[in-house]
């Protein structure tokens, strides 16, 4: 249904619950970014519901509506929907605009990898896909 994107079981985040959920995970968190008014996001939250099942245990998949967040959407740049995060320790280390496949979903947030790393005991983190704008040089 159009504009009914996730009553599937992924989170809410909110201003209010933001880091006790992202920032102070332990594993890496994946924030589906939304608004009723993008067709585009429902795709994205059927792709993620999978995902979030799949890798239980190993990446917190977690959504937020846009539309009701505005400070947070500010925090995370945002400028087109759909868009997926991928924080560690409350740091952006990825951003995945579009519609990819849910394979590309895995291979680009290296959840194969973070799963191998974790069930053998060690902390993985994401190659850093992500340079934020207060950083970036056009120079370099």
């Known amino acids: ?32 970014l939304w608004a009723k008014w993008s067709p585009l996001c429902d795709k994205v939250g059927e792709i993620l519901n999978q995902i979030a099942e799949e890798y239980d245990g190993y990446v917190r998949v977690v959504q937020m509506n846009l539309e009701q967040q505005p400070e947070l959407t500010e925090l995370f740049e945002v400028d087109k929907l759909p868009l997926v995060l991928m924080m ?46 207060y950083i970036r040089n056009e120079t370099w």
């Open 1 to 32: 249904m159009k504009g009914e994107v996730p009553k599937m079981g992924l989170k809410m985040i909110t201003s209010n619950n933001y880091e006790d959920n992202v920032v102070l995970s332990v594993e890496p968190v994946v924030i589906n």
């Open 88 to 133: 560690t320790g409350g740091v952006i280390c990825k951003k995945i605009y579009g519609v990819p496949t849910k394979q590309e979903y895995i291979d680009e947030l290296e959840l194969e990898t973070i799963k191998d790393f974790r069930d053998r005991g060690i902390t993985y983190h994401p190659k850093r896909n992500y340079i934020p704008g």
